[in-house]
């Protein structure tokens, strides 16, 4: 039998991809792309397509995973996504997944991938890892995420803002990742949890693509109009 592999794509840079990721989409008969609704590009497609070997031809399927909460309608769309994906490794081809970043971190391929062990244990799956945003973004800006004994948080979309000002208490740096629409609602409670104004406050959207915006300021330096409202988007504020 064919195998599966996830490849993670990174930031959006194609040259950011590792070879094996680049070798196991150019051997693809059938690449799996995630999009958000019917009809809307892949990010992870748009990212790796100069990379696919057209003489291959592999057919392109997008897999659509709504930006929804109900946890019935996210249930079933894992079950019939991971159901097409295993249908096309059991017609003997050679499958690759496609997730922006990294496959292990707030991706989709989480929870397809639970979905396959527990209803397709025959199927080889191969993960191959990808860069993701805060590391390309703190090479962008010159930036050390963390140094000798200090501690970070990574902080996804949908803050629980109670939840956000315990954990900046406790750590040197806050890196909040995806909705840039959420950002403003933290500067203040960061500030009520002992980050100073002097501290580096730096903001980016649509990192490693043509339409990369970056900011590096201080904490103090922040207005509204600093804010992105693109859901790519990342925010690191390191305290001073």
Request: glycine share 4%.
């Amino acid at each position: 039998m064919a195998e599966l592999t996830c490849v993670g794509c990174g930031p959006g840079d194609p040259e950011l991809l590792t070879v094996k990721a680049v070798k196991a989409i150019q051997n693809a008969d059938v690449i799996m792309c995630p999009t958000s609704k019917e009809g809307k590009d892949s990010i992870a497609y748009s990212i790796v397509s100069s990379l696919v070997d057209p003489s291959k031809k592999p057919e392109v399927v997008n897999l659509v995973f709504p930006m929804v909460k109900d946890k019935d309608i996210l249930e079933d769309t894992w079950e019939k996504n991971a159901q097409i994906i295993a249908e096309a490794v059991r017609k003997d081809k050679n499958v690759v997944y496609l997730t922006v970043g990294d496959p292990s971190l707030y991706s989709t391929w989480i929870y397809v991938n639970r979905e396959l062990k527990i209803k397709y244990p025959d199927i080889k799956i191969t993960i191959i890892p990808g860069i993701v945003s805060m590391f390309a973004f703190a090479s962008k800006v010159g930036i050390s995420i963390a140094e000798g004994d200090e501690t970070m948080a990574v902080i996804p979309a949908c803050y629980d803002l109670a939840r956000v000002k315990e954990t900046a208490k406790n750590c040197d740096t806050m890196i909040f990742l995806k909705d840039g629409r959420y950002f403003d609602q933290v500067i203040s409670l960061l500030k009520e949890a002992g980050f100073p104004n002097s501290s580096l406050f730096a903001i980016a959207q649509d990192v490693g693509t043509d339409q990369e915006i970056v900011k590096k300021l201080t904490l103090g330096e922040v207005t509204k109009d600093t804010f992105t409202n693109k859901y790519f988007s990342i925010m690191v504020v390191k305290r001073a």
